[in-house]
């Protein structure tokens, strides 16, 4: 009999531990900013590492609440981001100022089922154009829809190309505004010019008037080396809370050769300095920052076979970091 009980532990212990993955939400609870640190409701340091959809209205299929529940207990993410196509110039049709019931078809249940698997989830404006009106309705929509789960991060611009950081201040006081009139406490994520680069324009004329935002920079590791870490750097130690909601191993345009060093040196400035970090896409198009094959399933889980060199990089670092 011991020896049967003994065994049947095994099995339990290599069966079912694995799928029990740490719930996040439960663990961390209300986010909240101190000074240039992401904190839980105690006020403790939080790094939360994770990986973000793609564009939704490219890669529909992918958003749905198995792949939620994949990438939580497979790849250990304690949050993922929504990727909300806005008006991308390459399809404009199906973005989500022409077609927003596509997009909240995809969106819905990425967040629903964050909230019931404790995960966070960021719902990312994923434009690099400025619509004012367009932002406020529907984050006022989202604050007054999910305001009341601390699992909500808001990212109100994605990257910013030509807008300067006045016009950009501008933008976010509007947004954010209208988000704080139903939801007065979950993370915002603003945007920063040039792709989310100059974050040191940000440390010279940060927002003033609010509170829980952070501001987010976007590093493509064979693209952007020493200097983008070390502006990154300069803003945290002045005070200036950063986010990385978006990040690759390659060059900034999404393809060409991962640069792994580079890449282990973003990394571990992130975890030197307590700095949170998404890692892009899940996504299976022909290009190197695409996770995923074409024969991956829509709904996972995915065998490694299915699963492209980076986003086996990206997996290992998560089950490193998240254990």
């Known amino acids: 009999m011991k020896k049967f009980w003994a065994l049947f532990l095994l099995f339990y212990l290599f069966t079912f531990l694995p799928l029990m993955a740490v719930d996040p939400v439960k663990q961390y609870g209300q986010l909240q900013v101190k000074g240039s640190q992401l904190c839980d409701q105690r006020g403790n340091p939080v790094t939360l590492r994770g990986v973000s959809f793609s564009w939704h209205n490219w890669w529909p299929r992918f958003y749905n609440k198995k792949v939620m529940k994949t990438l939580k207990r497979d790849w250990h993410c304690t949050v993922v981001r929504a990727a909300m196509g806005v008006q991308p110039e390459e399809s404009p049709e199906d973005g989500y100022l022409k077609n927003p019931q596509l997009a909240m078809s995809c969106l ?11 995960v966070y989830v960021i719902i990312d404006w994923h434009s690099h154009h400025m619509y004012t009106r367009e932002a406020k309705q529907f984050f006022g929509e989202m604050a007054q829809k999910y305001g009341s789960y601390p699992h909500i991060i808001y990212e109100i611009f994605n990257e910013p190309i030509e807008d300067t950081w006045a016009s950009m201040k501008q933008y976010a006081t509007e947004v954010i505004s209208e988000i704080r009139k139903y939801d007065p ?23 003033e008037g609010f509170h829980n935002i952070m501001y987010t920079v976007h590093f493509y590791a064979a693209t952007h080396g020493d200097d983008l870490r070390q502006r990154t750097e300069d803003a945290v130690k002045s005070g200036i809370p950063v986010f990385i909601s978006e990040c690759g191993a390659m060059e900034a345009s999404g393809d060409g050769p991962v640069d792994m060093d580079s890449e282990e ?20 198009k022909d290009e190197t920052c695409s ?10 889980p995915w065998p490694d076979a ?4 980076y986003g086996k990089i990206v997996k290992n670092l998560l089950m490193k970091y998240n254990p």
């Open 306 to 309: 299915v699963v492209k060199p």
């Open 291 to 300: 996770m995923l094959l074409p024969q991956a399933k829509s709904t996972g």
């Open 108 to 118: 819905t249940p990425i967040i629903e089922t964050a909230i019931k698997q404790n």
């Open 265 to 284: 040196q973003w990394i571990s400035m992130c975890e030197r300095l307590g700095i949170s970090w998404l890692c892009w896409s899940i996504s299976d």
């Open 185 to 207: 406490d979950n993370i915002v994520l603003v945007g920063s010019p040039h792709w989310d680069q100059d974050i040191h324009l940000v440390a010279n004329s940060p927002l």
